[in-house]
């Protein structure tokens, strides 16, 4: 039934271990060594999610997730474990799938706009000092005052040279608008478009309806958003989107209060990137939006080497808890290893410190939260077969996959319209234009009263005719829409 309230985890023989779905919206963890199985736990969450119509998004990092939309192959130890922990009701079966990429390689392509990401994750995107993020706040407040939309790079960049151009009559209003840090912005753009930037930010954007759909059996469709690439490329960039996206799921979502389950689940592995380096001011603000989004129903759940990669506030606030094997060869490690375990609640029948170094590859320490959303006693147990694939599909299986999907199309080509680039340039045109009408003007009017040789027209570049030359140079085609401002961008606005 789609509407099942218990999620089997796993168990051990003596005792299965489930999660209430009515408690799935308060986020989870699963961390965990390399090659200790957080993949296959992963992927046996999100099917579970999916079996009772909670559509899923989850970040594949290593490219191997991608086996969830195909089934299970019969094999003896997928037997054993079965029978070990006791499930009488596996079948090997797919789940939905639809599959996004940011390059449009390996899935859908994926954007957003530089305006709905907003000034400071852009900021904290482009590590601009204070002075220069002050700058981007004036860019993004004066872009709204003159009714310019910044969808792009092109159009970050056009409003960037116009203001430098226009430095003295902004100044009163704005406050002083160094060209140094325009100038130190303007080399973060270039970095970032280096890096895949222009991908991202742009037409047509992604509409989050697309991303809560279900199939026609009711279950739950999984995005897998293709980041092995991006990753490597640009982890920064990868921990903005996702951000980006988690601040738009709580500015847009109603609130839901205590329901049997979620309405949306978000997979974030390698979670330490959302964290790392990242300003206090931001990480205060994604605290707040983690504690609070779950009364919109979305669940969050960090994939990361260990819980410790996760700030501590929000580590409180975790129902779900998946510890795989940890390793202690030195100091550092053993200490980790003791705050980890004291994250549990105690069970006088397991040595926690101790299980943790010895737990096998797809062994788990796990507690959940009961129906009264008091934490269970950590248990020992192993993670339950996934129903469908382990590994990934191959080139032709993908292929064929996009091919079926139901957004095919529908953000396959680029789009561009009126923005602030074009529109910047159309003032600039103008006002060369007058300009130019008014120098024949004089000149036809000497002329007259002095009867002698009309005076030639500086060859002098106007800052009109500089500017429309300096941004055809700078900024290449790009993509735009118009936006309303995100959670992210308007929380901090100021």
């Given at each position: 039934?789609?509407?099942?309230?218990?999620?089997l985890?796993?168990?051990?023989?003596?005792?299965?271990?489930?999660?209430?779905?009515?408690?799935?919206?308060?986020?989870?963890?699963v961390?965990?060594?390399?090659?200790t199985?957080?993949?296959?736990?992963?992927?046996?969450?999100?099917?579970?999610?999916?079996?009772?119509?909670?559509?899923?998004?989850?970040?594949?990092?290593?490219?191997?997730v991608?086996?969830v939309?195909?089934?299970?192959?019969?094999?003896?130890?997928?037997?054993?474990?079965?029978?070990?922990?006791?499930?009488?009701?596996?079948?090997?079966?797919?789940?939905?799938?639809?599959?996004?990429?940011?390059?449009?390689k390996?899935?859908?392509?994926?954007?957003?706009?530089?305006?709905?990401?907003?000034?400071?994750?852009?900021?904290n995107?482009?590590?601009?000092?204070?002075?220069?993020?002050?700058?981007l706040?004036?860019?993004?407040?004066?872009?709204?005052?003159q009714?310019?939309?910044?969808?792009?790079?092109?159009?970050?960049?056009?409003?960037?040279?116009?203001?430098?151009?226009?430095r003295?009559?902004?100044?009163?209003?704005?406050?002083?608008?160094?060209?140094?840090?325009?100038?130190?912005?303007?080399?973060?753009?270039?970095?970032?478009?280096?890096?895949?930037?222009e991908?991202?930010?742009?037409?047509?954007?992604?509409e989050?309806?697309?991303?809560?759909?279900?199939?026609?059996?009711?279950?739950?469709?999984?995005?897998?958003?293709?980041?092995?690439?991006?990753?490597?490329?640009?982890?920064?960039?990868?921990?903005?989107?996702?951000?980006?996206?988690?601040?738009?799921l709580?500015?847009?979502?109603?609130?839901?209060?205590?329901?049997?389950?979620?309405?949306?689940?978000?997979?974030?592995?390698?979670?330490?990137?959302?964290?790392?380096?990242?300003?206090?001011?931001?990480?205060?603000?994604?605290?707040?939006?983690?504690?609070?989004?779950?009364s919109?129903?979305?669940?969050?759940?960090?994939?990361?080497?260990?819980?410790?990669?996760?700030?501590?506030?929000?580590?409180?606030?975790?129902?779900?808890?998946?510890?795989?094997?940890?390793?202690?060869?030195?100091?550092?490690?053993?200490?980790?290893?003791?705050?980890?375990?004291?994250?549990?609640?105690?069970?006088?029948?397991?040595d926690?410190?101790?299980?943790?170094?010895?737990?096998?590859?797809?062994?788990?320490?796990?507690s959940?939260?009961?129906?009264?959303?008091?934490?269970?006693?950590?248990?020992?147990?192993?993670?339950?077969p996934?129903?469908?694939?382990?590994?990934?599909?191959?080139?032709?299986?993908?292929?064929?996959?996009?091919?079926?999907?139901?957004?095919?199309?529908?953000?396959?080509?680029?789009?561009?319209?009126?923005?602030?680039?074009?529109?910047?340039?159309?003032?600039?045109?103008?006002?060369?234009?007058q300009?130019?009408?008014?120098?024949?003007?004089?000149?036809?009017?000497?002329?007259?009263?002095?009867?002698?040789k009309?005076?030639?027209?500086?060859?002098?570049?106007?800052?009109?005719?500089?500017?429309?030359?300096?941004?055809?140079?700078?900024?290449?085609?790009?993509?735009?829409?118009?936006?309303?401002?995100?959670?992210?961008?308007?929380?901090f606005?100021?």
């Amino acid at each position: 039934m789609l509407d099942s309230k218990n999620l089997l985890i796993g168990g051990n023989g003596s005792q299965t271990v489930f999660m209430d779905a009515s408690m799935a919206n308060r986020h989870g963890m699963v961390a965990g060594a390399t090659g200790t199985g957080k993949t296959v736990t992963l992927q046996i969450l999100a099917e579970n999610f999916s079996r009772i119509g909670v559509p899923v998004f989850l970040a594949d990092v290593k490219g191997d997730v991608s086996g969830v939309g195909k089934p299970a192959k019969p094999h003896p130890k997928i037997d054993e474990r079965i029978e070990t922990i006791g499930i009488d009701n596996y079948q090997m079966q797919p789940s939905p799938v639809v599959f996004w990429d940011l390059f449009g390689k390996k899935g859908h392509p994926i954007r957003t706009t530089v305006s709905e990401i907003g000034p400071l994750l852009l900021s904290n995107l482009l590590e601009l000092n204070e002075t220069q993020t002050g700058i981007l706040y004036a860019c993004f407040k004066i872009a709204d005052d003159q009714g310019l939309l910044i969808l792009d790079l092109k159009d970050l960049r056009s409003m960037l040279i116009w203001m430098g151009d226009n430095r003295a009559e902004l100044k009163s209003e704005y406050g002083n608008i160094s060209t140094a840090s325009i100038g130190a912005i303007q080399r973060g753009l270039i970095v970032l478009e280096e890096q895949g930037a222009e991908f991202l930010l742009g037409e047509p954007a992604i509409e989050l309806a697309d991303l809560m759909s279900h199939d026609f059996s009711g279950r739950g469709v999984i995005n897998i958003l293709d980041a092995s690439t991006l990753i490597q490329q640009s982890p920064k960039l990868y921990a903005t989107f996702l951000l980006w996206l988690l601040s738009e799921l709580f500015e847009t979502l109603p609130e839901v209060g205590d329901a049997e389950k979620p309405k949306f689940v978000m997979f974030f592995d390698e979670a330490h990137l959302l964290f790392d380096d990242a300003p206090k001011v931001l990480i205060d603000k994604i605290e707040q939006v983690v504690r609070l989004i779950r009364s919109k129903g979305v669940g969050i759940y960090f994939i990361s080497q260990s819980p410790l990669d996760i700030p501590e506030e929000i580590l409180g606030q975790l129902g779900l808890k998946v510890q795989h094997a940890l390793r202690a060869f030195t100091p550092k490690d053993q200490k980790a290893v003791k705050m980890v375990a004291d994250t549990f609640r105690a069970n006088p029948n397991i040595d926690t410190r101790t299980v943790i170094t010895e737990l096998a590859v797809g062994e788990a320490l796990v507690s959940t939260l009961d129906a009264e959303g008091i934490p269970t006693q950590v248990e020992q147990i192993l993670i339950r077969p996934p129903e469908s694939r382990i590994g990934p599909m191959n080139n032709s299986e993908r292929t064929e996959q996009i091919g079926r999907s139901p957004f095919r199309g529908r953000y396959d080509t680029p789009l561009d319209r009126e923005s602030a680039y074009e529109m910047l340039v159309k003032r600039a045109e103008q006002n060369a234009a007058q300009e130019d009408a008014i120098a024949k003007e004089e000149a036809a009017r000497e002329a007259t009263e002095k009867a002698s040789k009309p005076r030639r027209r500086s060859s002098r570049q106007t800052p009109t005719e500089a500017f429309v030359k300096s941004a055809a140079r700078a900024i290449g085609s790009q993509l735009g829409r118009r936006v309303i401002r995100g959670v992210l961008g308007s929380l901090f606005k100021g």
